[in-house]
């Protein structure tokens, strides 16, 4: 948003993609969340999606999990 000349005037975090899309639905902001989760919520909220210009549209994606913790096959995986 800043790169295109947008100021975020306040900024909330949340655990949840229900919390997310709860507050996005009642008017109190907008979120980027992956297309799939999105459209999940476009079912039952009045929620408009907008797709990103190409160069805002990847993103790197880190996996984060407890050090020390046995890691499952699909973690390994990706």
Same mark, same amino acid.
């Given at each position: /948003?800043?790169?295109?000349g947008m100021?975020?005037?306040?900024?909330m975090?949340?655990?949840?993609?229900?919390?997310?899309?709860?507050?996005?639905?009642?008017?109190?902001?907008v979120t980027?969340?992956?297309?799939?989760?999105?459209?999940k919520y /476009?079912?039952?909220?009045s929620? %408009?999606?907008?797709?990103?210009a190409?160069?805002q549209?990847?993103?790197?994606?880190?996996?984060?999990?407890?050090?020390?913790?046995?890691q %499952?096959?699909?973690?390994?995986y990706?």
């Amino acid at each position: /948003m800043r790169e295109d000349g947008m100021q975020p005037q306040k900024r909330m975090e949340f655990g949840t993609p229900d919390g997310i899309i709860g507050c996005v639905a009642a008017g109190l902001g907008v979120t980027l969340l992956p297309r799939t989760i999105a459209q999940k919520y /476009m079912v039952t909220q009045s929620l %408009s999606l907008h797709i990103l210009a190409t160069k805002q549209a990847r993103i790197p994606t880190r996996f984060i999990y407890r050090n020390g913790k046995v890691q %499952s096959p699909a973690l390994k995986y990706f």
